[in-house]
């Protein structure tokens, strides 16, 4: 891999609720989610995130979820593939309001929490997910987990995806994440984050939570940014990749 991008889940703050530390993750990424307002997120923080991410270079992807505040979008909810195209066409929506009064140009949607695992197994989901994206903008890149239905269901309707990859959270044989509140789900341990994250991208493998050996397509990192190590995963991600000679670039210039 001679390049990779470095993405982060960002703008989750919600009112007086503060979830984060963005601004001293910002300048070391180069492709920020930013919550849309379902599952966290508001006009202000969203506003302000995109600005944030201007003045550092930082390519700007929505990231939308379920309409689940108070479960944070990790709750799984009943929906249809056409709810699901509505739900993303309108979260966009908000976002590229905010994105075009900055004059920064909206790169990428990444789906949150539950409706990001349901989509990574139910092509009909996914489906209506990419359907919503290409008919907003046939431009803009799905970021969706490697080998997942949504990488599927993007190539099938020929919107442009990125396959995604976990610094800070465990792998199932089948290649999906383990799910949060199973011991070892999330992984805070810097040094074992950089040793998998290196194997990702050098070798397209990681090892599963029961051993086996799970094939990837990186092209892009997340770290999540309500993580307690997130700064300091950042920072030691980027360092060792480009220690390693990867190149540290956005999707956009990736995908060129």
Not at 51 to 59: L, Q, S, T
Not at 133 to 140: N, R, W
């Amino acid at each position: 891999m001679s390049w990779i991008d470095l993405n982060c889940d960002l703008g989750e703050s919600f009112g007086a609720y503060k979830i984060g530390r963005d601004q001293e993750i910002i300048p070391f990424i180069t492709s920020a989610n930013v919550g849309c307002g379902f599952h966290a997120g508001d006009p202000c923080v969203m506003d302000e995130t995109v600005k944030m991410c201007k003045k550092n270079h930082v390519a700007v992807g929505a990231h939308p979820g379920f309409p689940d505040l108070m479960g944070f979008g990790r709750r799984k909810m009943t929906i249809t593939p056409a709810e699901a195209k509505a739900y993303v066409k309108y979260r966009l929506g908000a976002l590229r309001a905010f994105c075009d009064a900055s004059g920064v140009e909206l790169q990428h949607v990444k789906p949150h929490g539950a409706l990001y695992n349901m989509a990574g197994k139910d092509y009909n989901l996914a489906r209506g997910i990419a359907e919503g994206i290409y008919e907003v903008d046939p431009k803009l890149i799905l970021m969706a987990l490697s080998g997942s239905q949504m990488i599927r269901a993007a190539s099938d309707i020929g919107l442009r995806a990125a396959s995604e990859v976990f610094a800070d959270r465990a792998y199932q044989a089948d290649g999906s994440l383990v799910p949060r509140g199973t011991p070892g789900a999330v992984i805070h341990d810097v040094d074992e984050c950089i040793k998998r994250i290196i194997g990702m991208v050098k070798e397209h493998q990681v090892i599963a939570i029961t051993g086996e050996t799970v094939q990837l397509c990186p092209q892009s990192i997340c770290v999540h940014g309500d993580t307690p190590e997130a700064v300091e995963f950042v920072k030691n991600i980027r360092k060792s990749l480009q220690k390693e000679g990867i190149k540290l670039c956005n999707l956009a210039e990736g995908l060129r």
